[in-house]
């Protein structure tokens, strides 16, 4: 069955980086998109990016454009969302969320991962 | 960017009644791409409707979605206790992708 299990939970101070990774099981890592959403304590949901684990593509929102970093390594299945410059409103839930389509993009999501509370505070 | 308002922010209902959650878009969405997805307490959220009006895997027919252009509907014809949760619409028919900020069901 398809899993997604992301790494623990997170304190970091302003202005530091944090790097969130999302193990990928029970299918072809390579053959779907891997995007990144968040969500702020109380809040909605908030795209970030994708990866594309075969080709290493990405495609990053513009509100993160400069600041977010998106890597995989294949080997162990694994997607990576890295954030810097962290502020206080960084303060969120992050998922992984596995694209719906096979070897292209539908920018549906079908399977998440647990989430990983980020925390960013002095 | 488009910009989706779902209403109401909260509905409260009884198990068994009929709820009708309502997404509408800052701008005609392409190719009706909005879907549906449903998320409990501490859990992600799953995907429930695509395209405005196809359900995804395993999703039971009591969940419903319609509309097209900018306005758009999601109907739970019979409340479940498990369907109390928050919903929230997506579109990506236009980059970036954005997301409503939720229709919380609750048990009345």
């Known amino acids: 069955q398809v899993q997604l299990v992301q790494s623990g939970a997170e304190v970091k101070k302003p202005g530091a980086s944090v790097k969130v990774s999302c193990k990928a099981s029970g299918y072809t890592f390579t053959g779907y998109y891997m995007h990144w959403v968040r969500q702020a304590p109380g809040q909605g949901l908030e795209w970030m990016g994708w990866i594309n684990p075969n080709s290493g593509g990405t495609n990053y929102a513009q509100k993160f454009q400069g600041r977010v970093t998106m890597t995989r390594d294949t080997s162990i299945s694994t997607a990576y969302m890295e954030l810097s410059r962290l502020r206080s409103d960084d303060t969120a839930v992050y998922y992984c969320?596995?694209?719906?389509?096979?070897?292209?993009?539908?920018?549906?999501?079908?399977?998440w991962g647990q989430g990983t509370l980020v925390t960013v505070s002095s | 960017e488009i910009v989706l308002t779902q209403s109401p922010g909260t509905l409260s209902l009884s198990p068994g009644e009929r709820a009708t959650l309502s997404c509408r878009a800052s701008q005609s969405v392409s190719s009706n791409y909005l879907a549906w997805y449903q998320q409990k307490p501490g859990q992600a959220p799953r995907l429930l409707i695509y395209?405005?009006?196809s359900r995804a895997t395993g999703i039971p027919d009591r969940f419903s979605g319609s509309g097209s252009g900018t306005d758009f509907t999601l109907t739970i014809s019979r409340l479940e206790p498990g369907d109390f949760a928050v919903y929230y619409c997506?579109?990506?028919?236009?980059?970036?992708?954005?997301f409503g900020g939720g229709t919380k069901v609750e048990i009345k």
């Open positions: 997506q579109q990506y028919g236009c980059s970036p992708l954005t």
């Open positions: 395209g405005a009006s």
């Open positions: 969320a596995r694209d719906r389509r096979q070897y292209s993009i539908s920018w549906l999501f079908d399977y």
